[in-house]
């Protein structure tokens, strides 16, 4: 078995905030894509684990995402959520190319 992926672009690299989330739905998954302080993209599904807040609208640090609902600190780049918390969201490849920045969304596993 082998698992696809889709390419989707989700914005022009100039027009993502920096520090800011911003949601982007694609297929089913409502992703939280970051455009970090170091100039990095990131993508991660956009629910916290612990209540479902929404992550693109939290406040970033460094590689982190606080949840705006209970301030559960969640590492954008693995998902994992700060001990003593525990739990983990999605993540998704970003590739940028050129100006163009897109996400790695898993498609359904097919056969090979």
Not at 9 to 24: A, D, H, I, Q, W
Not at 50 to 65: C, D, F, N, Q, T
Request: hydrophobic content about 40%; proline content about 4%; aromatic content about 6%.
């Amino acid at each position: 078995m082998e698992q696809t992926v889709k390419k989707v672009f989700v914005g022009n690299y100039s027009e993502l905030p920096e520090r800011l989330g911003k949601t982007v739905i694609l297929q089913d998954k409502e992703i939280a894509i970051f455009k970090l302080a170091s100039g990095d993209v990131r993508a991660i599904e956009n629910r916290c684990p612990h209540r479902g807040g929404v992550l693109a609208e939290g406040m970033v640090s460094g590689e982190h995402v606080f949840c705006p609902l209970h301030d559960w600190k969640i590492n954008i780049t693995d998902g994992l959520v700060q001990a003593p918390d525990e739990g983990c969201v999605q993540t998704f490849e970003v590739v940028k190319e050129e100006e163009q920045v897109f996400v790695l969304v898993p498609n359904e596993v097919t056969q090979s």
